[in-house]
C-alpha cells in the first residue's frame, strides 16, 4: 500500500520506506518531512533494495527490525530533532524537524550514528559553517530555546551557585542505551555531593514528569539535606547561567551546557560525550578527535537534522527554524496567562481573539477591577490609554498590516504590544525605542536577516497597507514627496511639532524649497472619505497623486518630507531621504533631517538595518492566515506578496460604509 507520492518535491526518485509503527500514518508532519526528503512511505513487505522506518529504540521499533532482517534490507532510523516544539510530543504536537539515520542512533553509542561519523570524520573547518553555528548558539540563547520550550523565560531562577543534577524520564531510550538504571542516577547525585562540598544540589525533573506524562528516576526521598527537586518551569539557559556543575546521564540539557560554555560529567555515552567537551564516565573508545563547541553544534544542528518550514511547506535550513519557532515562543510566553482587554472596538475583538487568545481566551472588559481581578494581563488598543489603564500594555497595528485599510474594517496582519508607551508618542520612551537602542550593535546574522527582509519589501513593492495603483506622470525636476497624513490621528496629536495639518506642512515644504518640484500625496483613510485631513493642495503642490502606490512614488523622488507619516520609514528603507517636522519613531537615530527636536533618550547611533531589524522583526507580532500559526516578517512579507490574507467579511464591509457616511462621528467607532 503506497501512502505518499512515489516522487519527491525535487522530483526525484523517492525511497521506499515501508513501516510498522502507526505514528509514521497518523502524524501529518513527519510523513511530509519524510517525503521532503526523499522518502516514500509504504505498508506490505519490502525488497532487499528498500528500507525499513523504525523510531529510534520506540517500544515498535522491534517488527521493523525483525522484517528488515528478514527482508535483507536496510533501516531509517527516525527521531526528534534536538529543537522540537513547544510543548512535549506527549501532547500531541508535532517535530519542527527530524533525525534520519542509516547507521545507527545518536543517543545509543553501540552502533556508530551517522552523527558520530559527521563529528568523527567532517572537516567541520568551513568558516561559513563555523560562524553560523556561533550564531546560531547566541540565538538559541537570547531567545531562551530549547527542545521543549513552553516555559517562562522571565521566571525567578535560584540564587547561583548550585550543582543542577538533570533527572531524566523513567526508561526513556537514551538512559537505557547507556546502560543507566535508578542505582546509576543515584550515584551520579552521591557524586555531585562529594565533588562540590557545601554547595547546594538541584535535582532538575524532566518537563515531561513535570506534565505528568512519565515518571522520573528521583523522587522527593532523594532531596535531602542540601539536596532539593527543583520543579520549576524555566529556562535551561537561565538555569545554567547559575549553576558551577552539571551532572547528566544522556539529558539533552548536558548538550546545551556546553554550548553554555560548562563541562558537564556525563555518566551515560550520548553524542556529545567523548569528544573533549565534557568530563566523561565511560566515553565510547572510538571517539578520539578533539572538536570546538561551535563543530559539535554545527554538526549536530545544522548538518545532521532535516528541518521543516510549515508556512512554505518545504525543507529548510536551521535559521528559519528559528526564525519561525522565535515567533511561535514568543506568542506562548506573552499570552500563556491570558489576556484581559479593553478600549477595543466590536470589529476588533475576532482579530484580537486570534492573535492573542491561542492559550486562552481574551476577556473583552471596560471594567478595570475586573480586569484586574481576572488575574490576567492587561491590554488596551492605545489610542483609547487612559489614566484607568496604568500598568496596562497598549496595543496598535504593525507597520506591515494588510492589504486594505484598518479604516474600512481589514484584519490586521501584524500588531504590535508595548510596556512602556506606543511608537507614535514621543512624549515618553517606547519598548520600540529600547529595542532599536538595542541594534546599534548587532551580529552578522542579524545584519543580513533585516537586509534580506528590507530587499524583499523592496522588491516586491511591500508596504503597511498594500493597496496597489500606480505613479503618476511627473514634472520634471528635483522631486519631492509630501504624504498628507489624517489629522486627528494618534501621530499627529501626540508627535507633529507646531506643523500639525496638511496644509501647513505643504506650506513649509514649499518655503524650504522653493524651486522644486512637490508631490502631494493624500492619505488613502482621508481619500475614502473615511478619515479628517483633505486638503486644497493646489497651489503649494505641482501635482497631487491621488490613489497612487506610494512605493512606485518613491523610486520617482528625490526626497520626503513628513510630519510623522509612515511613508517616511518606507522611503528610508529605500534609500530616499527624509525630513521630519514632527518625532515619529524613526527619528532622532541619526538617519532623518529632524527639524523638531528628538526625544532625550534618543542618543544613540543606528543603521538603517538596526531600525528595520528593530521595528519589524523586533517590536511587532505576525500573524499567519493561512496556517493559523503566529510567524516570522518574513512569512507576513511573503503573504503580503501573493495576497494570501483575509478579507473582511459582509458585516465589516457594510460596517466600513456607514463609517464613510458618518466620519465626522468617526470617534464612536475609533
Known amino acids: 500500500m503506497r501512502l505518499t507520492p512515489g516522487r519527491n518535491k525535487a522530483g526525484s526518485p523517492a525511497s521506499r520506506l515501508f513501516v510498522y509503527n502507526g505514528g509514521f500514518l497518523t502524524q501529518r508532519q513527519v510523513r511530509r518531512i519524510l517525503q521532503l526528503s526523499g522518502y516514500d512511505i509504504r505498508l506490505g513487505l519490502p525488497q532487499s533494495n528498500d528500507l525499513v522506518g523504525i523510531w529510534g529504540a520506540s517500544p515498535t521499533a522491534h517488527r521493523g527490525l525483525a522484517v528488515a532482517e528478514r527482508s535483507g534490507c536496510g533501516l531509517l532510523r527516525v527521531e526528534d530533532a534536538f529543537l522540537r516544539s513547544l510543548h512535549p510530543g506527549r501532547a500531541g504536537e508535532p517535530p519542527i524537524g527530524l533525525l534520519l539515520d542509516r547507521s545507527g542512533v545518536h543517543f545509543d553509542a553501540a552502533t556508530p550514528s551517522d552523527l558520530e561519523a559527521l563529528l568523527a570524520s567532517h572537516p567541520l573547518d568551513d568558516a561559513h559553517l563555523m560562524?553560523?553555528?556561533?550564531?546560531a548558539i547566541a540565538r538559541l540563547k537570547?531567545?531562551?530555546?530549547?527542545?521543549?520550550?513552553?516555559?517562562?523565560?522571565?521566571?525567578?531562577?535560584?540564587?547561583?551557585?548550585?550543582?543542577?543534577?538533570?533527572?531524566?524520564?523513567?526508561?526513556?531510550?537514551?538512559?537505557?542505551?547507556?546502560?543507566?538504571?535508578r542505582a546509576r542516577f543515584l550515584e551520579m547525585l552521591a557524586f555531585a555531593q562529594e565533588e562540590h562540598p557545601g554547595a547546594r544540589v538541584l535535582i532538575k525533573t524532566h518537563p515531561e514528569t513535570l506534565r505528568g506524562y512519565r515518571a522520573g528516576y528521583y523522587d522527593a526521598q532523594d532531596a535531602?539535606?542540601?539536596?532539593?527537586?527543583?520543579t520549576g518551569s524555566l529556562s535551561p539557559w537561565a538555569l545554567l547561567e547559575g549553576a558551577v556543575g552539571l551532572y547528566t546521564v544522556s539529558s539533552q540539557l548536558g548538550f546545551e551546557a556546553i554550548l553554555a560554555g560548562h563541562k558537564p560529567r556525563v555518566f551515560g555515552q550520548p553524542f556529545y560525550a567523548g569528544w573533549g567537551l565534557s568530563i566523561d564516565d565511560a566515553p565510547p573508545a572510538r571517539r578520539q578527535r578533539r572538536l570546538t563547541r561551535a563543530q559539535l553544534f554545527a554538526a549536530?544542528?545544522?548538518?545532521?537534522?532535516?528541518?521543516?518550514?510549515?508556512?512554505?511547506?518545504?525543507?529548510?535550513?536551521?535559521?528559519?527554524?528559528?526564525?519561525?519557532?522565535?515567533?511561535?515562543?514568543?506568542a506562548w510566553r506573552d499570552d500563556h496567562r491570558g489576556w484581559a482587554a479593553s478600549g477595543m472596538r466590536m470589529w476588533k475583538r475576532k482579530p484580537l481573539q486570534t492573535f492573542f487568545g491561542a492559550e486562552k481566551r481574551v476577556l473583552f472588559t471596560e471594567d478595570p477591577a475586573k480586569a484586574q481581578a481576572s488575574g490576567r494581563m492587561r491590554m488596551v488598543w492605545a489610542s483609547n490609554a487612559n489614566a484607568a489603564h496604568d500598568g496596562a500594555v497598549r496595543v496598535e497595528d504593525g507597520f506591515l498590516r494588510s492589504r486594505g485599510l484598518g479604516a474600512e474594517l481589514v484584519p490586521p496582519l501584524s500588531l504590535v504590544t508595548d510596556r512602556q508607551g506606543i511608537y507614535y508618542d514621543p512624549r515618553q520612551p517606547s519598548d520600540l525605542d529600547t529595542l532599536i537602542a538595542r541594534r546599534v550593535e548587532m551580529t552578522q546574522a542579524q545584519a543580513l536577516r533585516a537586509e534580506h527582509l528590507v530587499r524583499s519589501l523592496v522588491q516586491d513593492g511591500v508596504s503597511k497597507y498594500n493597496l496597489g495603483g500606480t505613479a503618476p506622470a511627473l514634472p520634471e525636476g528635483h522631486r519631492i514627496l509630501v504624504p498628507g497624513q489624517v489629522e486627528d490621528d494618534a501621530s499627529i496629536l501626540c508627535g507633529a511639532g507646531e506643523v500639525r495639518t496638511n496644509l501647513d506642512l505643504l506650506r513649509a515644504v514649499r518655503k524650504a524649497n522653493p524651486e522644486a518640484v512637490i508631490i502631494y500625496k493624500p492619505h488613502p483613510d482621508v481619500e475614502a472619505g473615511l478619515r479628517k485631513g483633505q486638503v486644497a493642495a493646489e497651489g503649494l503642490a505641482?501635482?497631487?497623486?491621488?490613489?497612487?502606490?506610494?512605493?512606485?512614488?518613491?523610486?520617482?523622488?528625490?526626497?520626503?518630507w513628513t510630519m510623522t507619516s509612515l511613508l517616511g520609514?518606507?522611503?528610508?528603507?529605500?534609500?530616499?531621504?527624509?525630513?521630519?517636522?514632527?518625532t515619529p519613531f524613526y527619528a532622532g537615530w541619526g538617519l532623518t533631517a529632524d527639524l523638531a527636536p528628538a526625544p532625550p533618550w534618543r542618543q544613540a547611533r543606528?543603521?538603517?538595518?538596526?531600525?528595520?531589524?528593530?521595528?519589524?522583526?523586533?517590536?511587532?507580532?505576525?500573524?499567519d492566515p493561512v496556517t493559523g500559526q503566529h510567524c516570522p516578517a518574513e512569512v507576513a512579507v511573503m503573504r503580503l506578496r501573493k495576497g494570501q490574507l483575509p478579507h473582511p467579511g459582509i458585516g465589516n464591509r457594510l460596517l466600513s460604509k456607514l463609517q464613510g457616511l458618518f466620519a465626522t462621528y468617526a470617534h464612536l467607532w475609533r
Open 131 to 135: 560562524r553560523r553555528a556561533r550564531d
Open 142 to 181: 537570547a531567545a531562551h530555546l530549547s527542545k521543549y520550550n513552553a516555559f517562562d523565560a522571565a521566571a525567578a531562577v535560584p540564587d547561583p551557585g548550585y550543582v543542577l543534577v538533570v533527572d531524566q524520564a523513567r526508561d526513556d531510550a537514551s538512559v537505557t542505551a547507556s546502560r543507566a538504571d
Open 224 to 230: 535531602q539535606g542540601r539536596v532539593e527537586l527543583f
Open 300 to 330: 549536530s544542528m545544522i548538518l545532521y537534522p532535516k528541518w521543516y518550514d510549515p508556512f512554505r511547506d518545504e525543507l529548510c535550513e536551521l535559521e528559519t527554524v528559528l526564525d519561525n519557532m522565535e515567533a511561535r515562543v514568543r
Open 542 to 560: 505641482d501635482a497631487v497623486a491621488s490613489h497612487a502606490d506610494p512605493m512606485a512614488l518613491l523610486a520617482k523622488v528625490q526626497e520626503v
Open 569 to 582: 520609514f518606507e522611503a528610508l528603507l529605500r534609500e530616499v531621504p527624509v525630513t521630519t517636522l514632527g
Open 606 to 623: 543606528v543603521t538603517l538595518l538596526g531600525l528595520a531589524h528593530a521595528a519589524l522583526i523586533d517590536y511587532p507580532r505576525y500573524f
